[in-house]
């Protein structure tokens, strides 16, 4: 018994305390324990993959485990005889496979995770991971440990093929090594779809070659105003403040996400939440004024000319946009366009005119679907806010459905493809508690971790056909007072465990998610990520 340390012990007869529930976080489909013995890690065990395809899985396993146990296992391509201690990557024929389904067996001293597809196998190994004690998630090593795992039979799928999470890095700049660490922590629950919201009224993070000036004036605001907008008089802080990516560093973050199996879905707004864009290009605005990258928050009326000459400058942007980013889908924005620009304009009203419209949602509407035929052209999706659904729904749009559940279940009823983002469920920039006075700063609100948890991404109203369009769910970070790395991870976490359940498991269960939350949590002290801890654990 030796090689124990007292914390380890612990540990493990906490993760068996919970019986046949192990700590795993979402909650896999099935899983049956075996009365074999433990897997036992050692520096011996190789890594086995089927495929080239699961290079890739292979490398990830081999880079996380040595930094806990400091075993540099050798990882090789399979061989018809194995040995014990062998960890074993295939890649099966499995019959109408969900994407991301796989098995994990561990026998007989032998780990084996199959799946149809690579997504699939690398969730097997964070269920994997999960599996050993906590320790596992150290980045140095940690001696005297065990590094054993129990034998089961794991059987596992996704209930949702989008499983999202958003970050508005334009409200307030954040790093590439945070954006970085903030996708390792969606693949660590089995998260695939980041959605990286760029470009705003206070801030362009992106470079534009075509347009350097969406950078050099857009990416950097002089003032930002301190608190609410209800707020009066209204008070700033004086400085230069921004940031933003070069596309080298968009490649870089694009591949770090393509080898944990994250989709990222840039955002582009338009044509509202374009202040920035504007004050850097004002000749695709309506006044020709320049009204400088806005300082307060709230909603700026400075929004893109419904113009030719508008659209073009957008979709020269797309193209830059999709060179850099892979992802089928391309999230325009659409939100919270305010008209007032256009309806006082005499020219968008001669537009209108000329373009047989009849008022300015069709107007957006007429907008949108310039943008969406040019992504179609390039073999692309567009995905918008839903007030995409004002004016007329553009072909093949999905909607993401923030304003409550209506935009999805309008989207689901005219067989178009929704996201849920339900802003009751899914907006972690709200309080975590309503105790606010001893709470960071924040927009308001309340979100309880008991409320996230209890999300379903599919509205009552829905037929078990019309559900079919609900492709899955995301959590929203909006940055207005969340400036801090830390303060970011404080608001996602463990609101987004929950959502990791909600979008992945078949069956949810809040008494037992908090059991397994507990060990958790563990794992998120060890990562050094930030989080709050739920009030269910405050005696
Ligand atoms: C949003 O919250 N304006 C999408």
Redesign the pocket.
Same mark, same amino acid.
């Given at each position: 018994m030796k090689q124990f340390s007292i914390l380890t012990l612990f540990l493990l007869s906490s993760i068996y305390a919970l019986g046949q529930e192990y700590a795993l976080i979402p909650y896999p489909s099935s899983i049956i324990t075996k009365k074999e013995k433990d897997f036992i890690l050692s520096k011996a065990s190789v890594i086995y993959y089927s495929d080239k395809e699961l290079k890739n899985n292979a490398n990830y396993l081999q880079n996380v485990l040595k930094r806990a146990t400091n075993f540099k296992l050798t990882t090789t391509t399979l061989k018809s005889k194995v040995h014990k201690g062998a960890i074993i990557l295939s890649l099966e024929k499995f019959k109408n496979a969900t994407k991301g389904s796989y098995s994990l067996e561990v026998s007989d001293g032998v780990i084996r995770i199959s799946a149809a597809d690579p997504s699939g196998v690398f969730y097997g190994i964070q269920t994997l991971l999960q599996l050993f004690p906590v320790e596992i998630y150290s980045d140095t090593w940690v001696k005297n440990i065990k590094w054993k795992i129990p034998a089961v039979q794991i059987l596992d799928e996704p209930k949702f093929e989008w499983r999202g999470m958003h970050l508005d890095v334009a409200r307030n700049f954040k790093s590439v090594a945070f954006v970085k660490k903030f996708i390792d922590n969606l693949a660590r629950h089995k998260m695939n779809t980041f959605h990286w919201h760029l470009t705003e009224d206070q801030g362009w993070r992106i470079e534009i070659k075509k347009y350097p000036r969406l950078t050099q004036i857009g990416a950097y605001r002089d003032s930002t105003l301190i608190g609410h907008m209800r707020d009066k008089p209204h008070r700033f802080k004086v400085g230069r403040t921004g940031g933003y990516y070069t596309q080298e560093e968009i490649k870089e973050v694009v591949k770090y996400a393509q080898n944990r199996h994250v989709t990222i879905v840039p955002e582009i707004e338009m044509p509202g939440h374009a202040q920035a864009a504007i004050a850097a290009y004002p000749e695709y605005g309506n006044t020709g004024a320049n009204p400088g990258v806005r300082s307060k928050w709230g909603i700026s009326e400075d929004i893109f000319s419904p113009e030719e000459k508008t659209i073009e400058f957008l979709k020269d942007i797309l193209n830059e946009v999709m060179e850099l980013f892979p992802s089928q889908y391309i999230h325009i924005g659409g939100?919270?366009a305010k008209k007032t620009q256009w309806e006082s304009s005499k020219r968008v009203k001669e537009l209108l005119k000329e373009r047989g419209l009849h008022d300015m949602h069709e107007m957006q509407s007429w907008f949108i679907k310039q943008i969406s035929n040019h992504l179609a052209e390039n073999n692309r999706k567009l995905i918008g &806010?839903d007030e995409i659904l004002e004016g007329g729904l553009a072909n093949n749009a999905t909607v993401m459905s &923030?304003r409550g559940d209506k935009g999805g279940v309008t989207a689901a009823k005219k067989g178009r493809n929704a996201v849920m983002a339900n802003?009751k469920f899914t907006?972690f920039s709200k309080y975590q508690s309503l105790d606010k006075e001893n709470e960071p700063f924040a927009h308001g609100g309340f979100i309880s971790l008991k409320k996230a948890y209890s999300f379903n991404p599919i509205p009552s109203v829905l037929s078990p056909k019309e559900s079919k369009y609900i492709i899955g769910a995301q959590g929203?970070i909006?940055s207005e007072y969340i400036v801090e790395d830390n303060y970011v991870e404080y608001m996602m976490f463990p609101r987004a465990c929950a959502l990791a359940e909600v979008v992945w498991s078949k069956d949810k269960d809040y008494q037992k998610f908090l059991e397994r939350l507990k060990i958790h949590l563990k794992r998120l002290n060890i990562l050094g990520i930030n989080y709050r801890v739920p009030d269910e654990f405050i005696k």
């Open positions: 939100d919270e &806010w &923030w802003s907006y929203q909006w």
